[in-house]
């Protein structure tokens, strides 16, 4: 397995600044990424206002079409340290709890389970309806992590990227990626080096 390169999916949930926020992350700890968009995370791109798509193409390693079944990531010979979803849509999650592998995501996060490889699922929708528990449960039951964009303030944030930036960590905890800069619960604040 290459504990230095993961698949990162976005799809149509709101909260694109959480994917931008996990690509600037990897980046900074030199990990190749293959990203993947949704025409879902698009229009939401477009319709929210925030980091379009070059803004999180220009943080990748590599760039995958969403249609594009045949890419490298939708085959289990393409070894990677696994692969998150951050937004995972409500959609996406069905897909993947029900094994419906229709775009290059859906098959890449297949592909990560046939694998017994990580997949994070990052949900960032509230309430939630019976159905999305339940697909919540089946793609943990099928090895998925599923985690909620549900930041912590213990850590006294001071600001919004001090909120994204803890559940980009939380997110790459999962990997056994440290995020410089986290503070984990009852840690004391890092000192600065003086210079």
């Not at 149509?12 to 959480?18: A, D, R």
């Not at 698009?42 to 206002?49: H, P």
């Not at 944030?157 to 440290?178: N, S």
């Amino acid at each position: 397995m290459s504990a230095g390169r993961l698949v990162v999916g976005v799809s149509g949930g709101s909260g694109i600044p959480y994917a931008l926020n996990v690509l600037r992350a990897l980046r900074e700890l030199d990990v190749e990424t293959h990203l993947v968009v949704t025409s879902g995370a698009k229009r939401v791109m477009t319709a929210e206002g925030g980091p379009q798509l070059a803004d999180l193409t220009a943080l990748a390693t590599v760039t995958h079409d969403d249609r594009d079944l045949a890419a490298s990531i939708a085959s289990g010979s393409f070894r990677t340290a696994g692969m998150l979803v951050v937004p995972c849509s409500a959609g996406t999650l069905a897909k993947v709890a029900g094994g419906f592998a229709d775009n290059l995501l859906a098959r890449a996060a297949h592909v990560t389970l046939k694998e017994r490889r990580r997949l994070v699922l990052v949900l960032r929708e509230d309430p939630l309806p019976r159905p999305m528990l339940l697909n919540m449960l089946a793609a943990h039951d099928a090895g998925a992590t599923v985690m909620t964009a549900s930041p912590g303030f213990y850590h006294a944030p001071g600001d919004v990227e001090e909120l994204l930036h803890f559940v980009t960590a939380r997110v790459l905890d999962q990997f056994g990626l440290d995020v410089p800069g986290f503070r984990r619960w009852r840690e004391p604040p890092r000192q600065k080096a003086e210079g």
